[in-house]
């Protein structure tokens, strides 16, 4: 007997199927919004936008918490937009999902070097090699890590293993070659013109044994004066010896030795002032990390020196100390203090040796991966009696992987007569590990007197 078809049944045939029409629905949507996401966080990538892609790669992950190629988008994402700490917890998420997982192994190692912690990324990587031998990336890892702690007997190497292991890959061979311009003697050139001074500097940098460095360099100053006509008051010839030795990341020792050699213009009437014959010059510094985001640095210097006319001796003692700190990784600040016994800016004898105090704020934002601003403001500027003060306020932005751009703006604090303002537009040109250059415009305004004055900035590792 033929079973009747009945309303309740096709009720719920209509149900049913209405229920899974709604269901493919959804899912098509729920599939629409993760690729528009998806699209959304590779159009942030090409723009170089780190903050729109995190914000897309969160949501992706809010919805596939257990999808590891999500989660290592994500977490690369992070590390662009330099929030580390959160890399790092997205990349350990990875492993505890797939605990051999040498992609995520190598993120925190990057993520580590790039904070300075230079025993949590070497063990980083050297897991990432135990466990992946045939991924150059580590051997990478471990070589740069050598090379920004400066142990440059390691790093060479690791470098030199990689480029036997993987001759026919250029990333490595070309990271060898950048690497080994670093062990180079390099060279570098200054010109700046100005209303109140030109500075004519060159100079040669040699590294050896490793861990120092040794270098020569000669400076020449004139100064002017705009109040009269831009006239060239005197001269000033420097020939200094340098040295470094390297303990580690952000730990030094530096030493530099100056003979500096004074020829006035203008007769010593008209200075109005005892002026300097000629001087040497000490400087020791020493620079330790105090923790990875607290960098401390002290200086001492002494300085000889003989007055033109009298020819009386005295000497000008100068001690600074200064802390960097990173306190997180877009924002850091610069907090110093000294003390300075020197002739003052209008003395005519030695009897008018005084002691001031020092100061030296200043502070540093990466707005973005592309844009930093800073800001620093000095008190008795070195080698120069004469100023109060110098505030300084600067904008770097990366046009490309080559080319930047550079804004500032100056105000120097004279002690007598008018202050002096600038402002500044230039661009730094980095086509490879050889050259680094920078050259501008600026202008320059002290009291009734301005004019247009160039820089031009040239370093070249062999």
Known sequence: MKRPFSVFTLGCAILCLNTAVKADTSHNVADNAGTDLEQKAADAARRGDSSDEVAAYEQLVDKNPDSVPLLLKYADALKKDRQWDSAVSEYEKVLRLQPNNTEAILGIGTVRRWQGNIDGATSAYERARTQDPKNPEAMLGLASTFAIDHNLDSADAYYE??????????????????????????????????????????????????????????????????????????????????????????????????????????????????????????RIRYTVPITQQQVFAVRYTARPTILKLSQDKFTAHKVEAELNSHWTPRFSTLLGGGWLRDLDSNSTSI??????????????????????????????????NTMRATSILEGNYSITDTWSGIARARLDDYKTGANQTGTYLGLRFVPNSHWWSEFGLKYEQRGSESGNYGLVSINYRF
């Open 351 to 384: 009897s008018n040796l005084t002691n001031r105090s020092l100061v030296k704020v200043g502070v540093q934002l990466d707005m973005t991966n592309r844009f930093s601003l800073a800001a620093k403001y000095i008190t008795n500027p070195d080698l120069d």
């Open 161 to 282: 293993q990689a480029v036997q292991k993987w001759p026919e890959n250029s990333e490595v061979q070309q990271a060898a070659y950048d690497f080994r311009r670093q062990r180079n003697p390099k060279l570098y050139g200054y010109w700046e013109s100005g209303l109140s001074s030109e500075t004519r500097q060159g100079g040669a940098i040699i590294p050896f044994a490793g861990q120092e460095e040794v270098g020569v360099e000669y400076q020449k100053i004139i100064n002017f004066a705009p109040q009269l006509g831009h006239t060239e008051i005197y001269s000033r010839d420097d020939k200094t010896l340098l040295y470094t030795h390297y303990f580690g990341l952000n730990h030094m020792l530096d030493f530099a030795a100056r003979a500096s050699e004074y020829k006035y213009n203008v007769p010593d009437s008209a200075l109005g002032y005892s002026s300097i014959d000629t001087y040497h010059e000490y």
